[in-house]
């Protein structure tokens, strides 16, 4: 089945621990997005990726980082964890950056004691 | 940074119109964007505007006023299944989307 994928579902997690979480689709999508939701905030984009092997920094990226060695896979590093990264991650790609709508996974749920 | 404002909560009928109100202030504009959320569920794609008027999609439209910095969504025929939160994100110049906080609406029997 076509669709983009996350794993774990839920986490939870000792602060100061580093963690990975893993996004992958099956498009062949070009742009790969990661972003936290909280509640009354929305959707913030924390780093995102255009192509393959290039990636950038969105409103939120302290704390996290990632990499893009192929089309299909774009993990998310909490090198440290800390309580307030406690959040739901979805993860998304689109067929381009610029006019197409983004593809979301089912998410992670993340809690950071 | 980008502003994009959405009422938090809606509750209507079923049978019923509701109309989800949109209004933002960003660095540029490359389009907007509808999303709806079931809780506990991803995202999932609704709607596309990026030239001024009404995109019309089965039950759901959305209109743009892009000199007003204004669009909304538009829910006809409600159903409790359309119980969901209903996200507006925006593509500014850097073509990264901004959402707003989303509007939950609830549809009452």
């Known amino acids: 089945i076509a669709g983009i994928t996350q794993a774990p579902t839920s986490q939870i997690l000792a602060a100061g621990r580093r963690m990975t979480l893993r996004c992958t689709q099956d498009m062949r999508h070009n742009a790969m997005y990661w972003y936290r939701q909280d509640l009354g905030l929305g959707l913030r984009l924390i780093h995102y990726?255009?192509?393959?092997?290039?990636?950038g920094k969105g409103e939120v990226p302290d704390g996290y980082s990632v990499s893009r060695a192929n089309t299909d896979d774009f993990p998310l590093t909490l090198a440290s964890a800390v309580p307030s990264q406690t959040s739901v991650y979805f993860c998304?790609?689109?067929?381009?950056?610029?006019?197409?709508?983004?593809?979301f996974g089912p998410g992670t749920r993340l809690t950071v004691l | 940074g980008q502003n994009i404002d959405q009422p938090t909560e809606m509750t209507a009928t079923e049978g019923a119109i509701v109309q989800i109100n949109c209004t933002y202030q960003t660095s540029g504009f490359n389009g907007l964007f509808w999303y709806q959320q079931h809780a506990g569920e991803a995202p999932t794609f609704l709607s596309y505007n990026v030239l001024d008027g009404l995109e019309e999609k089965g039950r759901f439209s959305s209109f743009l006023s892009r000199s007003k910095g204004y669009s909304y969504l538009l829910l006809k025929e409600l159903q409790m299944k359309d119980s969901a939160s209903y996200l507006c994100?925006?593509?500014?110049?850097?073509?990264?989307?901004?959402f707003g906080a989303g509007t939950t609406v609830t549809v009452r029997a």
């Open positions: 994100a925006v593509k500014a110049d850097d073509y990264k989307l901004s």
């Open positions: 998304a790609s689109s067929e381009g950056s610029l006019y197409h709508e983004q593809f």
């Open positions: 990726s255009n192509t393959a092997g290039t990636t």
